[in-house]
């Protein structure tokens, strides 16, 4: 599809609700960039991790976060992430990453400093960015807003068969408790939570296939493009 303006979508929601899997379809039907803003804050917390910061101290995290060169990079394989060129794609999407990039993202001059970053990169449009406050905050001139949400047992079984599918360890009691305690600290935060934006379309995934989000989404597109 050839969407002569080239606009910019804004996909936020809860964790593992379909965010990146839906955002990165609508960006390759459209021709678009894809960005994946999480991605950013769990390179921003692998690099911490192995520096063994104290993740409560701001300015620590802060300072490092300046020292770290976030790179995003389409390859043939999908996407990859670089911290000061080391590829940390895989490395950032550990169990133990996971359990802490809430505490990294609530610093308010951590987020300053990433939604600088990511309003560069949309800044020419034609992007389909995923994250917690691209409605709100990143974009929030963002031509289409999509609110993604599902309910937290289907997101833990998604995610409970996605890890059994890659052979990954999974318990999907385990994987509800994760899921129910991120989406509290990055709701509950001061700094940009994760919200609705007021404007965005919301839409229910809990029993839409991940085809039929992406036709949803891609209506909204035509209807405002
Ligand atoms: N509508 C859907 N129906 C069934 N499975 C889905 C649907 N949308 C996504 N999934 C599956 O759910 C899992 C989680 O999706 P995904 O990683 O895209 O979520 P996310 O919102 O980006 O998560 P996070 O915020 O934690 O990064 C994946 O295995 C994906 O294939
Ligand atoms: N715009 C964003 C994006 C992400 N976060 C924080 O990063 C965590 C990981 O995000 P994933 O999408 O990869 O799961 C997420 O839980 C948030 O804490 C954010 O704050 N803002």
Redo the contacts with the bound molecule.
């Keep these: 599809m050839d969407l002569e303006n080239q606009l910019a979508i804004a996909i936020d929601?809860?964790?593992?609700?379909?965010?990146?899997?839906?955002a990165k379809k609508v960006a390759h039907q459209l021709g678009y960039v894809y960005i994946d803003t999480?991605a950013m804050y769990r390179a921003l917390t692998w690099c911490a991790l192995q520096k063994e910061l104290d993740l409560e101290d701001e300015a620590g995290v802060h300072h490092l976060l300046m020292e770290c060169d976030i790179l995003l990079k389409m390859e043939q394989d999908g996407q990859r992430v670089y911290v000061n060129e080391e590829d940390v794609t895989q490395a950032i999407r550990t169990q133990e990453v996971t359990n802490q990039v809430s505490l990294v993202a609530k610093h308010r001059k951590v987020r300053e400093e990433m939604v600088q970053r990511q309003q560069k990169l949309a800044k020419k449009r034609g992007v389909v960015m995923?994250g917690r406050d691209i409605g709100t905050h990143v974009i929030p001139d963002a031509e289409v807003k999509i609110f993604?949400s599902?309910s937290v047992e289907e997101?833990a079984e998604?995610?409970h068969?996605?890890n059994l599918k890659k052979g990954f360890p999974s318990n999907l009691e385990e994987l509800m408790d994760e899921i129910r305690r991120r989406d509290e600290i990055d709701s509950k935060r001061e700094v940009a939570p994760l919200l609705k934006a007021d404007d965005a379309v919301e839409i229910d995934?809990t029993s839409?296939?991940?085809d039929?989000?992406v036709e949803r989404i891609i209506a909204v597109v035509k209807k405002n493009g």
């Design positions: 929601g809860p964790a593992a609700a379909g965010k990146s899997t839906v999480g995923d993604m599902a997101r998604r995610r068969k996605e995934t839409l296939s991940i039929e989000v």
